[in-house]
T-cell receptor
């Protein structure tokens, strides 16, 4: 069965430090991969997505993610974190299964940014 | 600007009551979804609809009902059969059926049982 794993429940970084949020997926073919961000009490906003082509994709707010097929990973990165980046981050996979097209979300990683 | 509007933002339900959460979109998207979000559990799919007058159960449909009479609207009713309804509910839409379309989310409704 398809699944998405975000191994880190919570991460704390200092403002200005670099950030990497991990995402691993389980799927037989190349999936459609997404990263979303959720501010407290709000909906989810799409940061970036990957289907094919260049494995390093750029998104909004200075985020990027790299698809690594050999590691079944799609990690989100940012070179320098800002206090406003504190939020919950969700990795998602779009995959085709017996019931049709489905989306699978990870359980999220909560990011705290300290000054 | 196009988007998804969920209302109300906060909702309180007494035991044994049915309540309806509103979701309206002006994006002209065909597909609409309802997710439930609980701390530490990510998003779980309740119901989805790919087209007007048709909808499918998701992973946790028990105790919930939906309708899709108009393309723009996909209301969710939390019935008294739902034993633990306190959660954050998110409505989303998608432009097409393909996997490449990401979701557009509303800002959510927080439901609390009192």
């Amino acid at each position: 069965a398809q699944s998405v794993t975000q191994p880190d429940i919570h991460i704390t970084v200092s403002e200005g430090a670099s950030l990497e949020l991990r995402c691993n997926y389980s799927y037989g073919a190349t999936p459609y991969l997404f990263w979303y961000v959720q501010s407290p009490g709000q909906g989810l906003q799409l940061l970036l997505k990957y289907f094919s082509g260049d494995t390093l994709v750029q998104g909004i707010k200075g985020f990027e993610a790299e698809f690594k097929r050999s590691q079944s990973s799609f990690n989100l990165r940012k070179p320098s974190v800002h206090w406003s980046d504190a939020a919950e981050y969700f990795c998602a996979v779009g995959a085709l299964d017996l019931t049709g097209n489905q989306f699978y979300f990870g359980t999220g990683t909560s990011l705290t940014v300290i000054p | 600007d196009g988007g998804i509007t969920q209302s109300p933002k906060y909702l309180f339900r007494k035991e044994g009551q049915n309540v309806t959460l509103s979701c309206e979109q002006n994006l002209n998207h065909d597909a609409m979804y309802w997710y439930r979000q609980d701390p530490g559990q990510g998003l779980r799919l309740i119901y989805y609809s790919q087209i007007v007058n048709d909808f499918q159960k998701g992973d946790i449909a028990e105790g919930y009902s939906v309708s899709r009479e108009k393309k723009e609207s996909f209301p969710l009713t939390v019935t008294s059969a739902q034993k633990n309804p306190t959660a954050f509910y998110l409505c989303a839409s998608k432009e097409g059926r393909g996997l490449g379309y990401g979701y557009t989310f509303g800002s959510g409704t927080r439901l609390t049982v009192v």
